[in-house]
């Protein structure tokens, strides 16, 4: 079902100082930032070859990142993303072993304009797991 390791995720209290540590003390290529309103969170993303790295900042009222940045205030790794082909024969497979999947159940579209559903971290030894249709 686990494909490649799409992006890994860290949540940052201040996309622009983020960006500008990746872009500039880094020297990586960042892309330009990308307000997701429906996850309430503001992306960018860090290209390393391999695969990215997506920083988040809260987006909004009531974002799902506001409680994890207000335990760690300085930022931290919020979670991983791994892609999968069939994403629905995936959250079907994973709900009949009793993996917990976030929100209502259905995938709705991730920062790369492909469907994503969320794992709860409980069920995945403390990380919260994104799958994405690759
Ligand atoms: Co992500």
């Known amino acids: 079902m686990l494909g490649r390791l799409n992006h890994v995720a860290l949540a940052v209290p201040d996309l622009a100082t983020a960006t500008a540590a990746y872009r500039d003390t880094l020297g990586a290529r960042v892309t330009a930032p990308q307000a997701l309103p429906e996850h309430g969170v503001t992306v960018v993303f860090v290209d390393v070859g391999n695969t990215k790295i997506e920083l988040l900042e809260p987006l909004g ?74």
């Open 61 to 134: 009222a009531g974002s799902p990142i506001a409680a994890f940045l207000e335990k760690n205030p300085s930022g931290g790794m919020h979670h991983v993303c791994y892609e999968v082909d069939d994403i629905l024969a995936a959250r079907d497979q994973l709900k009949a072993a009793g993996a917990r999947v976030l929100g209502d159940g259905n995938p709705r579209t991730g920062a790369h304009g492909k469907p994503v559903l969320f794992l709860h971290p409980k069920d995945f030894f403390g990380t919260l797991v994104e799958l994405e249709q690759a």
